[in-house]
């Protein structure tokens, strides 16, 4: 990402994109970078992202691969991990996707050359953390964290609500870069009320950031078998612990 200035596209007001999430604590915001900044990010992850597997484990908490450590599985002991874990969503919570971890790969310095560490640590700038403190009216806020996530056919996320461990999220967000999507390839980002209704929701999209305060009843629903494309897009939360 050297090549280029990562900025938030300057035809967006944040206070009067505050008004819109305070209507109902989410709001949407398309174009949120200038274009030819979201077709870069959208070229590394779609084609120079070392991806992980990932699902729950019996814990719901990550079970990680790298890419070496799964294809050592091999086909067999991989389709046991498939079996497991749509049992396990059967019965409660569970998910599994590809993703990239953009926070603990820049501490620990892995894939140094990865061109989107320039986009972990233009999060966690002033200009962006403050944006999106304005948007939310989350003054507390000190930190995002981040992910970038893939999601294939059969891949999904079902029902939680980001609550954290130590209740030290106050908002998701989730960086859409997925280009040309159908509705009915699945993978919409869908909100439940208290019965399992659906309240809202979004198809994926291009060059959009969604915020949502939390914790709020979620899922991601399972892309279909037929779907065209990959789900793409960069996840995390708006947090208030210590940096």
């Given at each position: 990402?050297?090549?280029f200035d990562l900025r938030i596209n300057p035809d967006l007001r944040a206070d009067e994109l505050a008004q819109d999430y305070a209507d109902g604590n989410?709001?949407?915001?398309?174009?949120?970078?200038?274009?030819?900044?979201?077709?870069?990010?959208?070229?590394?992850?779609?084609?120079?992202?070392?991806?992980?597997?990932?699902?729950?484990?019996?814990?719901?908490?990550?079970?990680?691969?790298?890419?070496?450590?799964?294809?050592?599985?091999?086909?067999?002991?991989?389709?046991?991990?498939?079996?497991?874990?749509?049992?396990?969503?059967?019965?409660?919570?569970?998910?599994?996707?590809?993703?990239?971890?953009?926070?603990?790969?820049?501490?620990?310095?892995?894939?140094?050359?990865?061109?989107?560490?320039?986009?972990?640590?233009?999060?966690?700038?002033?200009?962006?953390?403050?944006?999106?403190?304005?948007?939310?009216?989350?003054?507390?806020?000190?930190?995002?964290?981040?992910?970038?996530?893939?999601?294939?056919?059969?891949?999904?996320?079902?029902?939680?609500?980001?609550?954290?461990?130590?209740?030290?999220?106050?908002?998701?967000?989730?960086?859409?870069?997925?280009?040309?999507?159908?509705?009915?390839?699945?993978?919409?980002?869908?909100?439940?009320?208290?019965?399992?209704?659906?309240?809202?929701?979004?198809?994926?999209?291009?060059?959009?950031?969604?915020?949502?305060?939390?914790?709020?009843?979620?899922?991601?629903?399972?892309?279909?078998?037929?779907?065209?494309?990959?789900?793409?897009?960069?996840?995390?939360?708006?947090?208030?612990?210590?940096?």
């Amino acid at each position: 990402m050297a090549d280029f200035d990562l900025r938030i596209n300057p035809d967006l007001r944040a206070d009067e994109l505050a008004q819109d999430y305070a209507d109902g604590n989410i709001v949407r915001i398309n174009n949120i970078f200038p274009g030819d900044i979201a077709k870069a990010i959208h070229q590394v992850l779609a084609r120079q992202t070392p991806w992980h597997f990932v699902h729950a484990n019996d814990q719901g908490k990550h079970k990680y691969y790298r890419p070496e450590e799964w294809r050592a599985l091999g086909q067999a002991a991989q389709r046991q991990v498939f079996q497991n874990v749509m049992a396990q969503a059967r019965a409660g919570f569970s998910y599994m996707y590809q993703c990239y971890p953009m926070i603990d790969a820049l501490l620990e310095g892995q894939d140094p050359d990865w061109p989107l560490h320039a986009l972990t640590e233009y999060l966690n700038t002033d200009e962006f953390r403050d944006f999106v403190k304005t948007v939310t009216n989350e003054p507390s806020v000190v930190k995002l964290d981040a992910q970038a996530s893939l999601y294939a056919p059969g891949h999904f996320l079902n029902t939680h609500n980001d609550h954290g461990d130590n209740a030290e999220r106050r908002c998701a967000y989730v960086l859409s870069f997925t280009k040309n999507w159908r509705a009915d390839w699945g993978g919409e980002l869908l909100f439940l009320d208290e019965d399992d209704n659906v309240q809202t929701g979004f198809t994926p999209n291009f060059n959009s950031l969604t915020l949502f305060k939390v914790p709020r009843t979620h899922i991601v629903t399972q892309v279909a078998s037929f779907a065209g494309a990959p789900r793409l897009s960069v996840v995390g939360w708006l947090r208030d612990d210590p940096k």
